[in-house]
């Protein structure tokens, strides 16, 4: 991906027209292009250390070049843009270096700890919480272990229905792969394109059909992780009671116990029918009582999310695509992927019309598909015409969703002031609860990265006071972490340190990342 925006430089577009006009009536017009890039520092790691990495991988696995460098520098967030585009990559690492094999990952661990080198694992470099931002102070330097070339299928079991896959598998690599044995994952988040195999499980991610398929923690029945002190590895059965799960001591902790070198999970046959439609309802608490009703029934379609007022009527691709006048009230999409969909959709219509909804039909739901990967883009083309953009999600209770809605769109909205705009929309669903998912868009203002981290301090906090969760599925990182602690107490903290002092005692791995 491009170091200063989302994605392929190919897929970027200016505003269309239509979209410009109504950016300078809300925002006024205005001109942020970035700036050119900068040369970067020379590598700050000595040639014999350098000579010794060379050793172990041969000198075309490491790079020191500063187009690499800047291509491994920090991850996709707002503030990780904003700071690229004013021209800053003073987080660039110092070299990038690709293992080959799970054998290659623990040589070059062994040789970070003789080194004393920070090593930030790195899958897609889609993160969006300074996930890839590590610590560099009391280092003697900081290395991208770059998972690329470990990109295979390793094996497949059709009788479990399982698969053991590398984790530098981008998205659409492991579909490919997976499809020539007639299976999917169906694990699509809006990072799909580009985010790893790794890095879905390292910062437990969630996809837009998780309401049928599931997290990806939920999907992963094994993996192999290498630390400074030896492997582990779990998942020699779907599920036990052998004492804490330690499938989930390697999700979810961001490269710093560990670095993920395979990941087996569970598949399905690829789908033979697929189906999506549109449903308005009155509002956005109706909208989700309907889908706590799927969900507690046990109904719940492949796919389905509902956007507030503010989102039904701003978000573009849901007004524009089929040239018909946009629903008031608020949009539901609803997917089904299978083998055999007619029934479950037959039974969702009649509970969705029972429960107050009105179909829309299918041409929304195929818009929605077809667009459902290009929102970061329009964040790029936004930034560029100066107004500032970023999302972040959090999750609750049912009994707690007005209230948590209520609390963060205030705080954003108290923060940013007049004229920011804050979008919300449902598009995970559980039994128990939901998550919420905010977009804001305000005018960048003379400083744009000071004034977005006071609004998402604000929002964090009224998430905390709220009793919801930081993060529902964009992790910790380093924008998280001082919420973390609050989420789960000292004695959370303790153990999640005393993990970390057990598997990597002198500290190498993305150090500063996570943990309070």
């Given at each position: 991906m491009h170091p200063q925006r989302w994605g392929s430089p190919s897929h970027a577009a200016p505003l269309p027209e239509s979209t410009q006009g109504l950016v300078e009536f809300a925002f006024g017009a205005f001109s942020t292009p970035a700036l050119d890039m900068v040369t970067l520092p020379d590598s700050g790691l000595d040639e014999g250390a350098l000579a010794g990495l060379r050793g172990l991988l041969g000198a075309e696995n490491v790079l020191t070049d500063d187009e690499t460098r800047r291509l491994r520098t920090r991850g996709k967030s707002t503030p990780d843009l904003l700071k690229a585009r004013t021209g800053d990559l003073s987080d660039a690492p110092d070299a990038v270096v690709r293992p080959g094999s799970h054998d290659d990952v623990v040589k070059v661990l062994a040789w970070a700890v003789e080194q004393h080198v920070a090593v930030v694992p790195f899958g897609g470099g889609t993160s969006v919480t300074g996930g890839l931002v590590a610590r560099r102070d009391g280092y003697a330097g900081l290395i991208s272990l770059d998972l690329i070339r470990l990109n295979q299928l390793l094996s497949v079991d059709p009788i479990s229905m399982t698969a053991t896959l590398q984790p530098g598998m981008r998205g659409p690599e492991a579909e490919a792969a997976l499809a020539q044995h007639g299976m999917t994952l169906g694990h699509f988040p809006q990072s799909f394109e580009f985010a790893s195999i790794g890095g879905f499980a390292a910062t437990r991610s969630s996809g837009q059909n998780s309401a049928g398929f599931g997290r990806f923690d939920q999907m992963v029945v094994g993996l192999r992780m290498a630390t400074p002190i030896g492997d582990l590895i779990s998942g020699s059965s779907p599920l036990n009671a052998a004492g804490p799960d330690l499938r989930q001591v390697a999700m979810g902790s961001e490269g710093t116990f560990g670095v993920i070198t395979e990941v087996t999970v569970r598949v399905r046959a690829i789908a033979t029918g697929t189906a999506y439609e549109a449903w308005r309802f009155d509002s956005f608490s109706s909208g989700q009582?309907?889908?706590?009703?799927?969900?507690?029934?046990?109904?719940?379609?492949?796919?389905?999310?509902?956007?507030?007022?503010?989102?039904?009527?701003?978000?573009?691709?849901?007004?524009?695509?089929?040239?018909?006048?946009?629903?008031?009230?608020?949009?539901?999409?609803?997917?089904?992927?299978?083998?055999?969909?007619?029934?479950?959709?037959?039974?969702?219509?009649?509970?969705?019309?029972?429960?107050?909804?009105?179909?829309?039909?299918?041409?929304?739901?195929?818009?929605?598909?077809?667009?459902?990967?290009?929102?970061?883009?329009?964040?790029?083309?936004?930034?560029?015409?100066?107004?500032?953009?970023?999302?972040?999600?959090?999750?609750?209770?049912?009994?707690?969703?007005?209230?948590?809605?209520?609390?963060?769109?205030?705080?954003?909205?108290?923060?940013?002031?007049?004229?920011?705009?804050?979008?919300?929309?449902?598009?995970?669903?559980?039994?128990?609860?939901?998550?919420?998912?905010?977009?804001?868009?305000?005018?960048?203002?003379?400083?744009?990265?000071?004034?977005?981290?006071?609004?998402?301090?604000?929002?964090?906090?009224?998430?905390?006071?709220?009793?919801?969760?930081?993060?529902?599925?964009?992790?910790?990182?380093?924008?998280?972490?001082?919420?973390?602690?609050?989420?789960?107490?000292?004695?959370?903290?303790?153990?999640?340190?005393?993990?970390?002092?057990?598997?990597?005692?002198?500290?190498?791995?993305?150090?500063?990342?996570?943990?309070?």
């Amino acid at each position: 991906m491009h170091p200063q925006r989302w994605g392929s430089p190919s897929h970027a577009a200016p505003l269309p027209e239509s979209t410009q006009g109504l950016v300078e009536f809300a925002f006024g017009a205005f001109s942020t292009p970035a700036l050119d890039m900068v040369t970067l520092p020379d590598s700050g790691l000595d040639e014999g250390a350098l000579a010794g990495l060379r050793g172990l991988l041969g000198a075309e696995n490491v790079l020191t070049d500063d187009e690499t460098r800047r291509l491994r520098t920090r991850g996709k967030s707002t503030p990780d843009l904003l700071k690229a585009r004013t021209g800053d990559l003073s987080d660039a690492p110092d070299a990038v270096v690709r293992p080959g094999s799970h054998d290659d990952v623990v040589k070059v661990l062994a040789w970070a700890v003789e080194q004393h080198v920070a090593v930030v694992p790195f899958g897609g470099g889609t993160s969006v919480t300074g996930g890839l931002v590590a610590r560099r102070d009391g280092y003697a330097g900081l290395i991208s272990l770059d998972l690329i070339r470990l990109n295979q299928l390793l094996s497949v079991d059709p009788i479990s229905m399982t698969a053991t896959l590398q984790p530098g598998m981008r998205g659409p690599e492991a579909e490919a792969a997976l499809a020539q044995h007639g299976m999917t994952l169906g694990h699509f988040p809006q990072s799909f394109e580009f985010a790893s195999i790794g890095g879905f499980a390292a910062t437990r991610s969630s996809g837009q059909n998780s309401a049928g398929f599931g997290r990806f923690d939920q999907m992963v029945v094994g993996l192999r992780m290498a630390t400074p002190i030896g492997d582990l590895i779990s998942g020699s059965s779907p599920l036990n009671a052998a004492g804490p799960d330690l499938r989930q001591v390697a999700m979810g902790s961001e490269g710093t116990f560990g670095v993920i070198t395979e990941v087996t999970v569970r598949v399905r046959a690829i789908a033979t029918g697929t189906a999506y439609e549109a449903w308005r309802f009155d509002s956005f608490s109706s909208g989700q009582d309907a889908m706590r009703h799927l969900a507690q029934n046990q109904i719940l379609p492949t796919i389905i999310r509902l956007s507030d007022e503010t989102e039904t009527a701003l978000n573009l691709a849901s007004q524009t695509a089929v040239g018909a006048e946009a629903p008031s009230g608020c949009l539901m999409i609803v997917g089904y992927e299978g083998a055999s969909i007619d029934n479950k959709r037959a039974v969702v219509t009649r509970a969705l019309t029972a429960l107050g909804g009105t179909s829309l039909g299918e041409e929304r739901g195929k818009t929605w598909l077809e667009g459902r990967f290009h929102a970061p883009y329009l964040r790029d083309s936004m930034l560029d015409s100066g107004v500032l953009v970023e999302t972040l999600e959090t999750a609750t209770f049912w009994s707690n969703t007005d209230r948590l809605y209520s609390s963060v769109k205030t705080a954003l909205g108290t923060s940013l002031g007049e004229g920011a705009l804050v979008l919300c929309h449902v598009s995970h669903v559980y039994e128990t609860g939901c998550s919420l998912y905010f977009t804001v868009a305000a005018k960048q203002g003379d400083n744009p990265l000071e004034r977005w981290l006071a609004a998402k301090a604000a929002a964090s906090d009224a998430m905390i006071e709220s009793g919801a969760t930081i993060t529902h599925h964009h992790a910790v990182g380093t924008d998280h972490k001082a919420w973390l602690e609050r989420e789960i107490g000292p004695v959370g903290v303790a153990i999640l340190r005393g993990i970390k002092a057990a598997v990597d005692p002198t500290g190498i791995l993305n150090p500063g990342v996570l943990i309070p």
